[in-house]
Each structure stands twice: as structure tokens, then as C-alpha cells.
């Protein structure tokens, strides 16, 4: 007998621009508010291919450099935006976010400096967020932010470590279990002789997170540790996860710009995710599909099956 059932999510119409592969709109029927949110608004992209709009997630305008990296978001109306800074090689540094929304003024900066996380932030309650009737990008029934008053400057946040990630706010460890994807399900800390689990999450396939019942919600918060969800990714205030060269939308399992490798897979429409096998594969870095089995990884690129070696690829010697 199961403890839960998962909603029925149907995609019922997706309408394609035969000559880019890109999608027009999605119009889902399954009346499921807790999958896509929205539907049957055209989606709009630039000469290079790149999603500049987004109207079923309310994003107005998406801006990109000359890497096809986000610079901007323009959300709910232009009343909320995201910027990015990066540098030459396409690292990110930085990422801001301000809200004018219901007449008050929040803003929030993350930067990344080597793994460790660095937040400013400014405002209300970061609650204020993700109420259903505000329209901001994130999905609202999936993820509730972390309750908390918020108005300090530069304060170092976390660091990634071996099994998890290290809490300066609350100087204490954070333990993660991951699955063979490198999915994080649990994350928890010590709480006197017992563990205290901060973060639970479960998966779709291709990497949304379902609600299982009111009292057992994934979280989401500014500058936290646990916006490290789906193979180990940062979701962003958009839903979206970055990957480093793309940005991801597991709720319709597709990224937003083309495959700067595509001619590496030209089989494959270049907006697919994992080919399309997200049981069996897995993109590190939005570039292309690496296959985890076990400790070893595998990858296949330039018509050759590599495998890792100390950190690096080489190509496998057939016997």
C-alpha cells in the first residue's frame, strides 16, 4: 500500500519550429498545479537560438552575452530581475536579484568565489517571495523559502565539502545522501545525539521535484545550501537550473539555449536533455552527457568513449 500517490503530469501539446528545434509553447491539461504552470503563451528566441521570453514562467526578457549566458531576467511584469556577472571564461561570479513587488524593495547578491557563497541581502521576509498570487517565475507549491528576517552585508553563507557542505551561519556540518545520479535526496545536520534533516527531495525523471504532502516540502532560500537539489545543480529564483554553460527547466526537460557542442550530437535535437535518457545519463556542466557507473565515468565525445583518469579524459583502447 503506498504511503503517496504522484499526480498525473500530461503534456498534451507541444508545438515545434521544425527548422531550430525550438519549442513554441506547451500546453499541459492535466490540471496539475504543482507541474507546468500555464500554458499555450509563444515563446520567443533570438537569431541564436537562445529562449528571450518566457511568458507561461512570467518572464518578460532574458539577455545574453557573447557566450549565450544569461544576463538579465525581467520577470512579472519588469517589477522583479535577475542579473548575472561572469567572467571572460563564462564562470559566474555574481548573481542579483531585487523585487519591487507589492510596493516594497527586496535585494539579495550571491557570489561564488571558488565554492565558497558569499549573500547581501536586503528587505522583508524572503516568505514574501513565493506567494502563488505574486506570478514570480519559481514554482510556488514546490518549494517554500526558508522563514527568516533578513538584512546583513557580505556575510560568508557555506562551502562544499565531501559529503555535503559546511554551514558558517551556523557552524556546523551539512550531511548529504545522494543517489547514483548525484541527485541530493537528504541533506542533514547533528542536533544534539540526533540527526536533524533540513532538506528532503524527491524527483521526475528529468528532475522536477514533486510534492508529496503540506508538511513534507522542499525548501528553497537565498545564498542556501539547499538550492543544491537535481544532480547536484543550484536552482535558480526562476526554477531553472544552472549548469555552468546552460541553464536547465526540468519541468519541461529541456534547456533554454542551443548545445554549444551540438555538432557533436547531431542526432539529437540541441535543446534535448541527457539524449533524452535521464535514468542513464547525466550532463555535468551543460556541454554534454556523461554516464556514471558506479565510481567510474564515462563520456562520449569526438566520436570516442572516454573515461576519467585522475581527473582527466582518455579515450578507451579497444581490445
Known amino acids: 500500500m503506498p504511503l503517496y500517490t504522484i499526480p498525473p503530469i500530461r503534456l498534451m501539446i507541444w508545438v515545434y519550429e521544425y527548422s531550430g528545434n525550438r519549442l513554441i509553447y506547451v500546453d499541459d491539461k492535466s490540471g496539475n498545479t504543482t507541474g507546468y504552470e500555464g500554458g ?13 521570453t518566457m511568458p507561461d514562467k512570467m518572464i518578460q526578457e532574458i539577455q545574453y552575452n557573447h557566450l549565450n549566458l544569461p544576463n538579465k531576467f525581467m520577470i512579472n511584469d519588469y517589477s522583479t530581475n535577475m542579473s548575472y556577472l561572469y567572467r571572460a ?40 517571495w513565493y506567494e502563488e498570487s505574486g506570478g514570480f517565475a519559481s514554482e510556488p507549491e514546490v518549494f517554500t523559502a526558508i522563514m527568516q528576517e533578513i538584512n546583513y552585508h557580505n556575510q560568508l553563507k557555506f562551502v562544499p565539502t565531501a559529503e555535503g557542505f559546511f554551514d558558517f551561519e551556523n557552524n556546523q556540518y551539512i550531511y548529504q545522501y545522494k543517489d547514483h545520479l548525484g541527485n541530493a535526496r537528504l541533506s542533514y545536520k547533528k542536533a544534539g545525539n540526533e540527526l536533524l534533516v533540513t532538506d528532503s527531495n524527491d524527483y521526475y525523471p528529468f528532475g522536477m521535484n514533486f510534492v508529496r504532502n503540506e508538511e513534507d516540502i522542499t525548501k528553497f532560500g537565498t545564498g542556501s545550501y539547499v538550492n543544491y537539489k ?6 535558480q529564483e526562476t526554477g531553472m537550473y544552472d549548469y555552468g554553460w546552460r541553464f536547465y527547466m526540468p519541468d519541461i526537460g529541456r534547456w533554454g539555449v542551443v548545445d554549444p557542442l551540438s555538432e557533436k550530437g547531431h542526432n539529437f535535437s540541441p535543446y534535448n536533455y541527457a ?19 558506479g565510481d567510474n565515468q564515462y563520456r562520449y565525445s569526438n566520436g570516442q568513449t572516454q573515461h576519467q583518469v585522475n581527473g582527466k579524459w582518455q579515450a578507451m583502447i579497444q581490445a
Open 40 to 52: 499555450a503563451r509563444t515563446i520567443d528566441y533570438d537569431d541564436n537560438g537562445n529562449m528571450i
Open 89 to 128: 571564461d563564462g564562470t559566474k561570479l555574481q548573481k542579483t536579484f531585487i523585487s519591487n513587488a507589492n510596493g516594497s524593495m527586496y535585494l539579495t547578491s550571491t557570489q561564488y568565489l571558488d565554492g565558497f557563497h558569499y549573500a547581501t541581502e536586503d528587505g522583508h521576509t524572503m516568505g514574501a
Open 230 to 235: 537535481y544532480q547536484s545543480q543550484e536552482l
Open 275 to 293: 539524449i533524452n535518457n535521464p535514468i542513464r545519463f547525466i550532463d555535468p556542466d551543460g556541454l554534454w552527457i556523461s554516464i556514471t557507473d
